[in-house]
T-cell receptor, first 112, second 114 residues
């Protein structure tokens, strides 16, 4: 599986936008970029995914670089509930494997 | 809509006992995945099942661990003769189909071995 690189941690302030970066320089043409997050004492939660175009949903936006070697998860207004470990994961639906490969993720702290 | 249900939430076993972890997928989901999260580590894939079939067990330890997803009833992850190193959080996820569908996770079973 292609690897992703994220900062170990980030801090943000409540009600401000947060941009969470992810580098995936070895991404293949068929890899989708998925984001999950894990709140304390809970299971991971799907956030968003995309291939080439930017994506929006009720939780977040995903901005994908034109060369697809990096992407940014955008939380438009951080809340205390957004404090979690965020995982950027590559999945290839043609790769024959359905498993998610979690790295260490990035811990987001939201200050009140 | 009920999400992925795992039980028990907490399970305590003594070394040498058996542990059975249950997972009921979301309604309409026929694909189930088990992951393990050791203390202070990330989640690691264990096994992927579709009704009555094991599709990918590349992450399962060779001994003592087994999984099933019968036609009726929840998926079961079974650990025989537990050891202290089995202490971890075990998460189950389900999806509707293959091919890039999001996986929806339960809140896990926290297994403690005395």
């Amino acid at each position: 599986d292609a690897k992703t690189t994220q900062p170990n941690s980030m801090e943000s302030n409540e009600e401000e936008p947060v941009h969470l970066p992810c580098n995936h320089s070895t991404i293949s043409g068929t890899d989708y970029i998925h984001w999950y997050r894990q709140l304390p004492s809970q299971g991971p939660e799907y956030v968003i995914h995309g291939l080439t175009s930017n994506v929006n949903n009720r939780m977040a936006s995903l901005a994908i670089a034109e060369d697809r070697k990096s992407s940014t998860l955008i939380l438009h207004r951080a809340t205390l509930r957004d404090a979690a470990v965020y995982y950027c994961i590559l999945r290839d639906p043609q790769g024959g494997s359905e498993k998610l490969v979690f790295g260490k993720g990035m811990k987001l702290t939201v200050n009140p | 809509n009920a999400g992925v249900m795992q039980n028990p939430r907490h399970l305590v076993r003594r070394r040498g006992q058996e542990a059975r972890l249950r997972c009921s997928p979301m309604k309409g989901h026929s694909h189930v995945y088990w992951y393990r999260q050791l203390p202070e580590e990330g989640l690691k894939f264990m096994v992927y099942l579709q009704k009555e079939n094991i599709i990918d067990e590349s992450g399962m330890p060779k001994e003592r661990f087994s999984a099933e997803f019968p036609k009726e009833g929840p998926s079961i992850l079974r650990i025989q003769q537990v050891v202290r190193g089995d202490s971890a959080a075990y998460f189950c996820a389900s999806s509707q189909t293959r091919s890039n569908q999001p996986q929806h996770f339960g809140d896990g079973t926290r297994l403690s071995i005395l």
